[in-house]
C-alpha cells in the first residue's frame, strides 16, 4: 500500500513536469485515477494522499464502491461504455460521464439526471485514430453530434476525451494527440466554455499535456499492474 503514496507522488512530479516543458501551468492538469478493480481500501489511501478524481468502468463494481466510500468526497467520472439500459444508475450517480458518443445516450442521462443534482459534465469520446472495434465519435461527425447535445437540459458538455490507437511509436502517439487538441480548439470556437480535453494515459500522459491534455486518466503508474474482476458482477 506504501506504493501508492509513492506513486501518486511520482506521478504528481511527471505531470508537473510535463507541464513546465510545455509551458503550461501543473494546476491547468487534473489527475484522473483509473481505478476499475482496485480495492476500496486502495482508493482510500490514494484520496488521503490528495486525490480526489476516480474514474470506474464497471459499473456494478463503481456502483458498490460509491456505497462503501460515500464518506470520501470523491469526484466520480464513468469512463467506460455506457449502455442504453444501465444510463438511470449513471446519471444518478456520477459527476462525470467521459464516453458520451451518440445522441440518443446523451439525452437518457439529461432525462435521468435528478433534478436535485447539479448538471451532469459530460465529454464526447472521440475515436480519434479511426478504430473499427473502438467506440468513439468520428472527429468529422463530432460537431454535428455537439450540436445537438448541447441543446438537452441536465448536461454540461465539458469537452472531449479520446483513447488513441496503442502504440509503442511515439511519433504516431504525437499526431493523434496532436489531432485531438486541433478537434477540441476548432470546436472551442463555437462553444467556448469547453474546457476539457481528456487524454493521455500511463504510457503517454507526458506527450497528451504536451499536446494539451487539460485532465489524464492514469492507472497503472498509480497503483501497479492491473488487476482483472473475478465474477460477472463486477463488469
Not at 501518486?8 to 484522473?32: D, M, S, Y
Not at 467506440?135 to 455537439?146: D, K, R, S, W, Y
Request: proline letters at 5%; charged letters at 20%; aromatic letters at 6%.
Amino acid at each position: 500500500m506504501s506504493s501508492i503514496a509513492e506513486n501518486f507522488q511520482h506521478v504528481r512530479q511527471l505531470i508537473n513536469q510535463a507541464a513546465l516543458l510545455a509551458q503550461r501551468r501543473p494546476e491547468e492538469i487534473t489527475l484522473l485515477a483509473v481505478s476499475k478493480t482496485r480495492s476500496n481500501d486502495e482508493l482510500r489511501l490514494l484520496y488521503q494522499q490528495g486525490q480526489k478524481h476516480f474514474g470506474e468502468n464497471y459499473l456494478q463494481e463503481s456502483l458498490d464502491k460509491i456505497a462503501a466510500l460515500s464518506d470520501l468526497d470523491i469526484i466520480w467520472h464513468f469512463i467506460g461504455p455506457i449502455q442504453s439500459n444501465k444510463t438511470r444508475p449513471i446519471a444518478e450517480q456520477f459527476d462525470w460521464v467521459h464516453s458520451v458518443d451518440r445522441y440518443k445516450i446523451a439525452q437518457r442521462l439529461s432525462e435521468q439526471r435528478p433534478a436535485s443534482m447539479p448538471p451532469l459534465n459530460i465529454c464526447l469520446q472521440i475515436n480519434i485514430s479511426h478504430e473499427a472495434s473502438k467506440a468513439g465519435c468520428l472527429p468529422n461527425e463530432t460537431e454535428a453530434l455537439l450540436n445537438e447535445i448541447s441543446t438537452l437540459p441536465n448536461l454540461n458538455v465539458r469537452g472531449l476525451m479520446a483513447i488513441p490507437a496503442a502504440t509503442d511509436d511515439s511519433v504516431i502517439q504525437k499526431s493523434a494527440l496532436a489531432d485531438m487538441q486541433t478537434l477540441f480548439t476548432h470546436l472551442k470556437k463555437q462553444y467556448p466554455a469547453l474546457d476539457t480535453l481528456s487524454m493521455g494515459m500511463s504510457g503517454d500522459m507526458q506527450i497528451a499535456i504536451q499536446e494539451g491534455a487539460t485532465m489524464v486518466r492514469i492507472g497503472t503508474a498509480l497503483f501497479g499492474p492491473r488487476q482483472y474482476p473475478t465474477s460477472k458482477n463486477s463488469l
